[in-house]
């Protein structure tokens, strides 16, 4: 009658003081750690003589002896650790078991207190750790929390509060609590739109509060108030401590009758005055601006409110003599206007 040898291959990690068994799915070490290994066989079996290990991710890789002792696992993963005894009649028998290694060190958990700034709040929270073996539990003593989310890595939230999530495995634990609060929203208030005359300053104010900074367009003043010189539309961003931000704008409108005067001669010799011609204009938000000699040729254009000609027409000095002007104006007041007038270079 044939005879027959079983054994089992136990596992004992080192620090743990705890048994576990060939038919045990899995151990779980932290990474770095050693594990002692011992052989039995089954009481009345044939005497086990040699013995075969391998320890798959393990240092040493193998061993021959009956007892392997630390086995060091100094990278994270799931092995299978195969033990094969040689029994005294010639018979062998292979059993294994699966180590995983977890790790060990937790890691700074990427959680800081902040302020909201929106109150319609949809942020998640995270505790980082995300590694094999590592659980999670979420409380806060503001919030009622869900049970579903709290054994997370991450948690969806919709209220301010205080959370706080410990994270843990059998290597480590470390925990974190933080406060997320509605920051202060500035209020800001520039008035209504209003209507301004040139060269006439009004006083802009976006509001007092502690910490407030200021910025302002289009004059990129940083101050909480200012001196408006000029028509146009005024933006002031202002931001609380908390760096929370709001704006207000108010519209300049020049109410006051544009003004033109059209000179009929200038004197393009390199010494001011009149050494170039240009119409004094106020009031005025476009200009087109076009000059022709006195057979029709245009010597001269210019879009520009400023522009102005200096007595060349390509690249050369224009004779003296008369010229026309033709010049087109869009005023602030929306009106436009049309002006034709002969002008005399002189030399």
């Not at 929106?118 to 505790?127: D, G, M, Q, S, V």
């Not at 480590?172 to 209020?187: D, M, Q, R, W, Y």
Request: aromatic fraction near 10%.
């Amino acid at each position: 009658m044939k005879s027959w040898a079983i054994f089992l291959c136990m596992l004992i990690g080192l620090g743990t003081q705890q048994a576990v068994f060939a038919q045990t799915p899995s151990l779980i070490i932290c990474k770095g750690s050693s594990v002692n290994y011992k052989e039995f066989n089954d009481p009345g079996s044939l005497p086990s003589v040699a013995w075969a290990w391998k320890f798959q991710g393990g240092l040493p890789a193998t061993s021959t002896d009956r007892e392997p002792q630390n086995i060091n696992y100094p990278d994270t993963g799931l092995y299978i650790t195969e033990c094969t005894s040689t029994f005294s009649n010639g018979t062998t028998s292979t059993k294994s078991v699966y180590v995983l290694v977890i790790w060990a060190a937790p890691e700074p958990i990427p959680m800081k207190d902040s302020s909201l700034c929106n109150p319609a709040i949809n942020l998640t929270l995270n505790a980082g750790n995300n590694h094999r073996g590592w659980n999670y539990h979420w409380t806060s003593m503001d919030v009622d929390l869900s049970a579903i989310d709290t054994n997370n890595r991450t948690l969806p939230i919709q209220k301010a509060g205080t959370y706080s999530v410990k994270v843990y495995s059998k290597c480590a634990v470390t925990s974190k609590t933080i406060t997320l609060k509605l920051g202060e929203i500035p209020v800001v208030n520039l008035g209504k739109d209003r209507f301004v005359c040139r060269n006439t300053a009004v006083g802009l104010d976006a509001g007092y509060g502690a910490g407030y900074t200021y910025q302002w367009t289009p004059t990129n003043a940083t101050s909480q108030t200012i001196l408006a010189t000029t028509a146009g539309t005024y933006r002031a961003t202002v931001t609380s401590a908390d760096g929370c931000s709001a704006y207000d704008e108010v519209n300049l409108i020049d109410s006051c009758p544009p003004i033109v005067l059209i000179p009929n001669a200038f004197t393009p010799n390199g010494a001011s005055p009149n050494d170039v011609y240009r119409p004094y204009l106020e009031g005025f938000v476009a200009m087109e601006m076009r000059i022709y000699n006195r057979w029709g040729e245009k010597v001269f254009e210019t879009t520009d409110l400023n522009g102005s000609w200096d007595g060349y027409y390509l690249s050369k000095e224009a004779p003296e003599g008369v010229y026309v002007c033709l010049i087109e104006l869009m005023g602030n007041n929306g009106f436009r206007q049309v002006h034709k007038t002969d002008i005399t270079l002189i030399r």
